[in-house]
């Protein structure tokens, strides 16, 4: 059975064709599915009864469901999801003052190995598609806000649930294209971020898409021994070709390159590796965001203390490199940084 939800309008207008309709059935279904998020054919009062069960026989819009939501106290939300194939996916909401902000997740657990990261002791079941990853931001705008209703002031999106986006390039892409759209979903690139453990090859294509979104690279360490330790993404494309690629980023004005960096106590949190934090974004319009480490019992690391996370945001301020310190959210139900890992259980 074919879904709809990750097609462009043009292949939808196909699809109608496809099944003996006028251009303008495509576009309506278009319409109800994107700029409505109707995921029920039966919804879409406009098109004939015969024409919504040829529909209901041939498609549907799409096949993930939501399998459980976490509620945190701070009211993050967490969606453990389940796509066409069974697998498990997760997307978190996280209510803001000022724009609310929902993490989706691009792949079924994650390749790279990350020691300080749950989803890495998945390891990757597979790619996730367009429409699977579009399907998490229908479902979980529909949850918080009803069915179809105007989101209050758009939405940030963060591709910093499961997996690494960079080595799902194509589908990320595409979905980012067709959430574009302002005819349909409308949300702006301006509000999306793509976060990449440093896949390099892939940097460099990122920047000659016309239309780009935002970029973090998440570094959590100075130097090349133990980046490979910590991220072993880093024996393949080391941290001297990553900084280079940075370096090289073509950023818009006032746009900043976001470096991620997760506070591991007496592991990479010292002044010495601040300094050498330093020295390495010189020459790069950079914006860090420490995030204190979310601890699992199966992850061999503990958090810094928040007054070493503070003199180490010190060092960066007093040399003019903005960093902000990541606020945890949803500790209580699994949905911080890196602690997706499909589990039924809220386990803090
Ligand atoms: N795979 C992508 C995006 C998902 S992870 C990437 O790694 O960039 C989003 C962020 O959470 C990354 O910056 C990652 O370093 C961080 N992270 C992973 N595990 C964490 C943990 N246990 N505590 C805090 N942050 C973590
Ligand atoms: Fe994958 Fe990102 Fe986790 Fe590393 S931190 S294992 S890249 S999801």
Redesign the pocket.
Known sequence: MISLLGKTEAELIEFAARLGEAAFRGRQIYQWIYARRALDFDQMTELSKPLREKLNQSATITETTIERVFYSADGTRRYLLRLGDGREAEAVFMPEDRRDTICISC?VG?????K?????QLGVKRNMTAGEIISQVVIVLNEVYGEGSETPHGTNLVF?????SFLNYQEVMQSIRVMADQKGLSISPKRVTV???GIVPRIYEFANEVVRPHLAI?LSSTNEEQRNDL?P?NRKYTLAELMKACREYPLDERERLTFEY?MLAEVNDSDEDARRLVRLLNGIRAKVNLIPHNPAPELPYKASPIERILAFQKILTDKDVPAFIRRPRGQDISAAC?Q?AARQQAQA
């Open positions: 792949q994650c390749a790279v190995g990350c300080f990261c749950m989803t890495a910093m649930g499961m997996g690494e976060s990449t453990s998440s991220m993404i997760v890196g997706l």
